[in-house]
């Protein structure tokens, strides 16, 4: 576990200038290990797997969308997403029912459910980094965590029909409409008493410790209650994103992201290295049936690519006819786009964990029916689309000249800054009426707020005042340089009083960070 965390670490810096995903070295870096022979079977009980791994995965990826951003697409997203899960686990169930002996279709349907939805960590670490239109990226991330939800709902009722040998189809939409309804009140529930416990406590430290409570307790309090953990986690998530957010709130903002990239970081690389790792016990199952199991995966490796391509073309041109009536819709404006997206669905840690969690055993003492061929087909699959598609996606979006759309992310950033402008101009006039200022004091602050503006968006400044603009921002970074020197010059003196007889800690560490906040506060200005 510890070469699991240290690789996470370590593969990020790797796979940027190796041009790789880190997920991807991840999963290799963990492929090694298992064939290394002194490297033990890492052995995680199947009902750990979910609740320790998805909720804190889940709550970090809806810290990069927004409430708006699902309601505006909530149509591709079903269009694109939730149906093309049913439409792959039904495929994914008959083919693997013909192909693998002795495999019942509740079981198939298991295997069909856990293969079905791409991975939003593994599409957005991959995708994200390579200049592609913010809408394709909004696409894959929503697809991604939806997806979840609905294969693992769909994933617990094949569950307990293979389990119990029992299935009903009125039982089986109730299940699922209950798990969705109960999932969605302790979400809303948990989110708002959080939202109102983060005003209590009023401290950045306890916010972010509260913020790593709630994706846990949503996902054990909502299955506890028979409901879909995912989607607990991901209704609460998406309350605190919309709710909580306090624009005053600055140290509770950095710690919070800074916090949650390296709970991402770590949790990602270590979900990604028990992939690899857990080849070591997946090489054993096919010991005697090799050619058996891999024609298995070949035909549901195919299976899962094929009618992602066959569902996403037709679906990307409805949508699009959908979109002439609704324009706040993110979605693939031409066929490239579509392929790109096509191409970007890579199965991941959700596969991962719905496989391992799979019961060793089904009422009555038996073992569950092919457990080891559905794990190893289900890494297979992880593994082919993970690998290959993630190795050559940057070609495919450099071959297709699929790029972001920098225009639009220019004009979006000018509007901003003119809004940054206009908003702290109107609050300098409100102050104005209430306060006496100097003739001076009006004329910096009237100039800041301009300046403010700015530096988010140069163009916004006309070519007149922008030579003179330019001889001020340099003043200010000369100024900036100095007084950073200043204060490393403070912090080095007050960090070797802490060496010195009879100095408190304490008083070093309260000034110390006094210096420290005044420090990115003159680096942020």
Known sequence: MFVLLLGAVVMVPLGDRLGLPSPVLMTIGGAVLALLPFVPNVHVPPEYILPLLLPPLLYAAVQRTSWRQFTANIRPIFLLAVALVFATTAAVAAVAHSVVPGLPVAAAVVLGALVAPPDPVAATAVAGKLGLPRRLVSILEGEGLFNDVTAIVLYHVALAAAVSGTFSAPAAVGM????????????????????????????????????????????????????????????????????????????????????????????????????????????GTAAGHWQQLLGACAAVVAVVVGVRLLWLLPAAWLARRLHRHRIAEEIPSSWRETIVMWWSGMRGVASVALALAIPYEIDGGKAFPARDEILFIAFAVVLATLVVQGLTLPFLVKKLGVRADTDAEDALERELAVRVVKASRKRLKEVLAEEELSDEVVERLSRSTYEMGARISPDIVDDERREGYDKRIARVK???????????????????????????????DRVLRHLDVRSMRSTSS
């Open 176 to 283: 699922l409409v209950l798990s969705a309804v109960v999932a969605i009140v302790v979400g809303v529930v948990l989110g708002w008493l959080a939202n109102k416990l983060m005003d209590v406590v009023d401290d950045a430290t306890l916010q972010v410790g509260l913020s790593l409570l709630v994706p846990f307790v949503a996902y054990v309090l909502s299955e506890e209650l028979h409901g879909s953990g995912v989607l607990g986690v991901l209704t609460a998530a998406l309350f605190l994103a919309h709710y909580a957010a306090d624009a005053d709130d600055v140290m509770g903002r950095l710690a919070g992201h800074t916090f949650w990239e390296v709970v991402d970081t770590l949790v990602t690389g270590v979900a990604f290295g028990l992939i690899g790792l857990e080849l070591h016990n997946i090489f």
């Open 478 to 508: 000369k100024v900036q340089r100095i007084q950073g020197e200043l204060l490393s010059a403070a912090r080095h003196e007050v960090l070797s009083a802490r060496s010195e007889p009879g100095s408190d800690p304490e008083v070093v």
